[in-house]
Structures are given as C-alpha cells and as structure tokens.
C-alpha cells in the first residue's frame, strides 16, 4: 500500500484515517490514537466510587477457576449487593477486578475488545502468557489514576490451550498497580478480603482437586473473607444473591449456575451451624 494515500489533502479524516494507517495490532493503541476520549478517565467516577472486592482463583485437574464475591461499597455504605467482578476475557481465560468498580468495569470491557481486535488483525489468539501481559500494559496505562487512588488490580487466569496436559495447562496471574505481572502458583486472591480468603484457601486447596472440590473451596474462602471484611458481601439466600464462580477448562469458559451455588452454600452453612467458630 502507498502511504501517500494518507497523507495531503484528499486523505480521509477522523477515525477512518486511524483505522486505514499502518500500526499494531493493539486495540488500545489504536483507540488511543484515534478517540482517546472512549478510554476510561477520572470523569467515570467521584470521590466516593464503588471499590469491589474480593476475588480468589485456584488451579484444579481440569483447568482453573475463579470466584468473586457480589459486594460493592462506597465508604462504609453497601453501594451495590449483586455487582459482578468475574468476567470471560475470551473462550479459554478469565478476569476479576478489585479496585474502583467503575474503571475496573470498563477496563474489563477493553480488554476483551483488546484480545478480539488482536485475533481478527493477526489471525491468531495470543498466548496465554501474551494476553497476560497486555493486560500488565493497560494496567501500567492507568498509573496515572492508580496515583490518585483511583486503582484497578486485576486477578487474571487461564486455560492454557498450548500445553499438552490439561492438569498442568491452569494459570492463574497477579498484577500490582503499575502493570507488574506475577505469575502464581496453585492459587492466589485479590482485594480487601483477600488477607482472609487466602489463607482460607491454603487450608483447603490440594492438588488434583476435582471441579465441585475447587467450586466448593473459593466459595468457602469467600464466605470465610465476609465473616471478617465488611467490604466482602457473603451469599444472601433471602435475595439469592451468590458469588460468580467461573471455570476456565480445555472445553472453554463456563459459569457455575446459582442453582447449584445453592447447594453449595447450604452445605457450607450447615456445616458452619454445628461447628460455628470454625
């Protein structure tokens, strides 16, 4: 193609001369050069936004998982009772947010538009470790906000599709508020309650756990966080509101119905009523 058709007077304006000059294959890029404006800005929150938390995620012999509980708070006021942190990036990975809700929500958003611009550019999915660290990109992009305490820390985790065994192929990875990425081992959480629901899940994690095993485990860690952080929402069986739980296994990305949380919760809760300080 001839570079000169971009430039002079007959060149065509606005987006579509983004849209048709060479660049890379980063929707964020792209977006950034085009209509910054459409990029999350202070202007989406206040100086009591929504902050979310808590999310766990745990590798288990089919793939991973990851859970999230469904409180937003604004201060010491409930901002939300059923928001939603844990979302499918594309078909074989997943990503919570803790942090300000609002921008977390909108990252979120643009990450997936991120990975699906990249494939349809380039042909080709990213690697799990790729898509890893795009997201450590746009994460450092937000430094700015993060600065002025509007952050957003993503949990991110995957199903590995180019590694041969499927017991090995979950991934599970951290990040700080300046795009550092760190890769985690078995399992890790994330967000004010996650100093609770770590350790919950160090005691119940083990290898070659099966899918209900690992549903059951972050779902108690996530119970075990709102027994002590009033920041993370336990289920609530009166409004039937349960955490989102989401697998991530060579079959793709699958969310647990709450129908079957049902059970898990009363089970958990059950158990909790005849040994109640445990």
């Known amino acids: 193609m001839n570079n000169e058709r971009f430039s002079g007077a007959g060149a065509p304006s606005g987006v579509l001369r983004h849209a048709m000059s060479f660049g890379s294959s980063s929707f964020t890029e792209f977006l950034n050069a085009a209509s910054p404006d459409l990029l999350p800005k202070p202007h989406l929150v206040t100086d009591l936004a929504p902050h979310a938390t808590t ?3 745990a590798i ?3 793939g991973v998982v990851m859970a999230g509980d469904r409180r937003a708070t604004m201060g010491n006021q409930i901002a939300q009772r059923d928001i939603e942190k844990v979302f499918a990036a594309d078909d074989y990975t997943l990503i919570g947010t803790a942090g300000t809700a609002g921008i977390g929500i909108e990252v979120v958003r643009l990450y997936q ?7 349809k550019i380039e042909g080709t999915q990213l690697t799990l470790d790729g898509k890893a660290n795009r997201l450590a990109t746009m994460i450092r992009g937000n430094l700015g906000l993060a600065m002025q305490g509007l952050a957003v820390v993503p949990l991110f985790a995957g199903f590995d599709t180019a590694v041969t065994d499927p017991t090995k192929a979950g991934k599970i990875f951290s990040f700080d508020a ?4 760190y890769p985690e081992r078995y399992y890790d959480s994330d967000g004010s309650g996650s100093v609770f629901a770590k350790p919950s899940l160090k005691k119940r994690w083990r290898p070659g756990m099966t899918a209900d095993e690992v549903v059951r485990a972050t779902v108690e860690a996530l119970y075990d966080a709102a027994d002590d952080d009033s920041a993370t929402g336990g289920p609530d069986l009166v409004r039937q509101i349960f955490p989102v739980v989401m697998l991530a296994t060579a079959e793709g990305t699958v969310r647990v119905p709450d129908s079957d949380l049902d059970t898990v919760v009363r089970s958990i809760i059950d158990e909790r009523r005849d040994q109640p300080g445990a």
């Open 178 to 181: 300046a795009g550092g990425i």
């Open 113 to 119: 538009v991120e990975l699906e611009h990249y494939e």
């Open 60 to 62: 288990y012999a089919e």
């Open 55 to 57: 999310i766990v995620a």
